[in-house]
């Protein structure tokens, strides 16, 4: 039997007052932010939502902060500006829900934002879905859906791992199991052999277990200790669940993990590590011994998480085999709190990950999810051409800051091409995509292609701090063309190479005239085989 505790109040902005004047009767840090309870069908909770003030407001934050050119088009941000991890991603009553850590302007702690979308792309705000109290703040975690309830595990800042459930039509009342921590973090002095850190949870059997994870020791290093429990609210410790890690850093942690099955006989851990930004392990789950046996080890991010980096994921499998992951993506400004209350950070497109087959050193295939097309509109199509060594070639009809660019350029063994975007008349400001074809690090007889990002001259803004060029093994065989699909919107730039590599970073130009596009080979000619454009829609409008 699930013990429950639910304190739920119907607040108005008018009645905050009240519930303040009511605080000796809350949890501690119980949040002062209005809340709504949302019952019914889904078409009556749309009713409702219809009407709802919070909205109202998300409405008018969106309607303003769309105003800056740097606001991205067709990548989520906060309604009210700051976000920080994406949270829970999950499928739910044929709908796609992304919880995220967001920061209401009345009470800045945590609290789980919400979005829901069709198709993964055109995200709609709905409420905050779960509130600080007893915990100080709502960090990260993940959410198991099962047939007639979603379960949310995350890590409540001060308290421990906590456990909140939802079963209506849109995930918008959620009961806090037990009402406190069910895994307490440990009391000063307590000799525990695991960290109370960000939590992820799945079901085997009759049990679930319960994923703690963070830094552990002096010198962090990577712990991930598993739980179990039968009804959500008492949960024992186990033992760690990683077996064969080769693949940890000194100094990294565990944060954000995501455990979900991917491909018929494999399971992806994928998580955050606070010192070297996003990774995933690949391995098998052996269910004998609550084990994960680790095969391989890659990363996301391909340099420091900040500035304008890759953060952390959230991720979720699909139902055809592959897993579906969306990261945060950092500023890329010098720190300044007064832009941050207004907005920054925002999601990554999200991205399908499914399996290549092994052996391989990098098994992984990364991909935009399909549905990103059906955004496109204005197309330009460049045909085969020559690009004559050493000599920079301007696409004159290609040009935007809000687009989809697909190049196809043949192979050559040792070439070096490069294609410039954002690019302003005489490259004042300019963002630089460069491949070198076979100059990675040898494996076996393999040498893959490193693909860069080089934002040195992307912006002229004083208080842009330039990251170093973010810089990713690919593996191009001999014949295969280069493929680079490169998605553009305003602030952020996201570079697909060949279906296997993804690598990411945001931009700042603030000149109105840096849209172009230009293609350049280094040290002998290449020839394009197409190249194909397109203006990209707004999912705001």
């Not at 905050?16 to 209005?34: F, I």
């Not at 456990?163 to 849109?170: E, F, G, H, Q, R």
């Not at 955050?272 to 391995?283: D, Q, R």
């Amino acid at each position: 039997m699930i013990r429950t505790a639910l304190i739920s109040f119907v607040v108005s902005v008018s009645s905050v007052s009240v519930l303040l004047a009511q605080s000796e009767k809350l949890p501690p840090n119980y949040s002062p932010v209005e809340r709504f309870t949302i019952n019914g069908s889904l078409e009556e909770q749309e009713a409702q939502l219809a009407e709802n003030p919070m909205l109202k407001v998300f409405g008018e934050w969106r309607k303003n902060l769309l105003k800056d050119p740097h606001v991205p088009r067709y990548h989520f941000f906060s309604p009210e500006g700051k976000l920080n991890d994406p949270n829970g991603l999950c499928f739910w009553n044929g709908k796609w829900h992304m919880f995220y850590q967001a920061y209401p302007p009345k009470h800045p702690k945590q609290h789980w934002g919400h979005a829901v979308s069709e198709d993964l792309i055109h995200w709609r705000d709905l409420p905050y879905a779960i509130y600080p109290g007893p915990e100080r703040a709502c960090f990260s975690g993940s959410v198991f859906v099962e047939q007639d309830r979603a379960i949310a595990m995350y890590h409540g800042t001060e308290v421990g791992s906590m456990v909140a459930v939802s079963s209506d039509p849109l995930l918008l009342n959620w009961e806090k199991v037990t009402g406190n921590a069910v895994i307490p973090l440990p009391k000063r002095g307590e000799n525990v052999p695991y960290n109370v850190f960000d939590p992820c949870i799945w079901k085997q059997g009759d049990w679930y277990y319960g994923l703690t994870c963070g830094p552990k020791g002096g010198w962090q290093v990577r712990s991930m200790y598993l739980h179990r429990s039968k009804d959500l609210a008492e949960w024992e410790p186990l033992h760690e669940f990683l077996e064969g890690d080769r693949f940890g850093l000194s100094g990294d942690d565990g944060a954000c993990p995501y455990f979900w099955p991917i491909s018929k006989d494999k399971h992806i851990l994928l998580h955050f590590s606070h010192m070297s930004g996003s990774k995933y392990m690949l391995g098998t789950y052996d269910t004998e011994r609550q084990r994960f046996v680790i095969t391989e080890g890659k990363d996301f991010n391909f340099g420091a998480w900040g500035p304008s980096g890759l953060h952390a994921p959230s991720a979720c499998p699909d139902g055809k085999g592959g897993v579906i992951v969306i990261f945060n993506m950092n500023e890329g400004y010098e720190w300044n709190h007064a832009r941050w209350q207004k907005w920054d950070r925002i999601m990554s497109l999200p991205r399908r990950l499914t399996l290549r087959g092994f052996p391989s050193h990098n098994p992984l295939n990364i991909e935009p999810v399909k549905e990103i097309e059906a955004l496109r509109e204005k197309h330009v199509r460049v045909e085969t051409m020559e690009l004559p060594a050493n000599q920079e070639v301007i696409l004159e009809k290609v040009g935007g800051n809000q687009m989809e660019i697909i190049a196809e350029i043949e192979p050559q063994k040792y070439q070096t091409l490069e294609l410039s975007v954002l690019r302003s008349p005489n490259a004042e400001e300019v963002t630089r995509i460069i491949c070198y074809r076979d100059r990675g690090n040898r494996v076996g007889w393999k040498q893959p292609a490193i693909v860069s990002i080089d934002t040195s001259r992307s912006s002229t803004a004083p208080n842009v701090r330039c990251r170093p060029a973010e810089s990713a093994p690919v593996d191009i065989e001999d014949r295969d063309p280069l493929k680079l699909r490169v998605f553009i919107d305003r602030s952020v730039v996201e570079v697909f190479v060949n279906g296997r590599q993804c690598i990411s970073t945001r931009v700042y130009p603030t000149r109105k005239d840096s849209t172009g596009v230009s293609l350049r080979a280094a040290g002998r000619n290449a020839r394009l085989k197409s190249l194909d454009a397109w203006q990209m829609k707004s999912i705001w409008e």
